[in-house]
T-cell receptor
Framework: DGGITQSPKYLFRKEGQNVTLSCEQN?????MYWYRQDPGQGLRLIYY???????QKGDIAEGYSVSREKKESFPLTVTSAQKNPTAFYLC??????????FGPGTRLTVT | GQQVMQIPQYQHVQEGEDFTTYCNSS?????IQWYKQRPGGHPVFLIQ?????EVKKQKRLTFQFGEAKKNSSLHITATQTTDVGTYFC???????????FGQGTELSVKP
């Protein structure tokens, strides 16, 4: 059963802690993306990777970090430097410029 | 920076009424994609438009790409309760480039 998995679905952290969100795909897609979604807003691009061992900053990369050591995996770390980390985080993958397939998302709450 | 503006932000309709959402870019797009996100869910790809003036239909949904490739619209004929959700357009400014998402239009349908 092909697709994208994100875990966990809900995540709670205390302010000042780093947290890593998981994203795994078995679609054999080269490109992977991380978006942040806030209520009433569209999706904002955090980081993206078009090939293994390479990634680029999106529009709101400050306070986040990523790695792409394997084609299937693109974990996102939300660091303590991110001022407003509470949000819905979506991971996606695609092949070339075609449609993006999204995972179910992780809802992060930082208090 | 490059932006894709989408209106309206919200639309409430009676079941059976039509619905339209519009997207606009200040610069020419390479292509535009449309996604639907059900409440509590993740975005799901609907369609991609590439050619100037292109019109595509999916049952009750009609998608248009403007002649100048700067605007696009999604029209739903005779809405049903299953159409409820947020519709996003997402434009790309070069082939294989990252997507810029509009803010989305949240559609609610009263039975």
């Amino acid at each position: 059963d092909g697709g994208i998995t994100q875990s966990p679905k809900y995540l709670f952290r205390k302010e000042g802690q780093n947290v890593t969100l998981s994203c795994e795909q078995n679609l054999n897609h080269d490109a992977m993306y991380w978006y942040r979604q806030d209520p009433g807003q569209g999706l904002r691009l955090i980081y993206y990777s078009q090939i293994v061992n390479d990634f680029q900053k999106g529009d709101i990369a400050e306070g986040y970090s990523v790695s792409r050591e394997k084609k299937e995996s693109f974990p996102l770390t939300v660091t303590s430097a991110q001022k407003n980390p509470t949000a819905f985080y979506l991971c996606a993958s695609s092949q070339s410029s075609y449609e993006q397939y999204f995972g179910p998302g992780t809802r992060l709450t930082v208090t | 920076g490059q932006q894709v503006m989408q209106i309206p932000q919200y639309q409430h309709v009676q079941e059976g009424e039509d619905f339209t959402t519009y997207c606009n870019s200040s610069t020419t797009l390479s292509n535009i994609q449309w996604y639907k996100q059900r409440p509590g869910g993740h975005p799901v790809f609907l369609i991609q438009l590439v050619k100037s003036g292109e019109v595509k239909k999916q049952k009750r949904l009609t998608f248009q790409f403007g002649e100048a490739k700067k605007n696009s619209s999604l029209h739903i004929t005779a809405t049903q309760t299953t159409d409820v959700g947020t519709y996003f357009c997402a434009g790309s400014y070069n082939q294989g480039g990252k997507l810029i998402f509009g803010q989305g239009t949240e559609l609610s349908v009263k039975p």
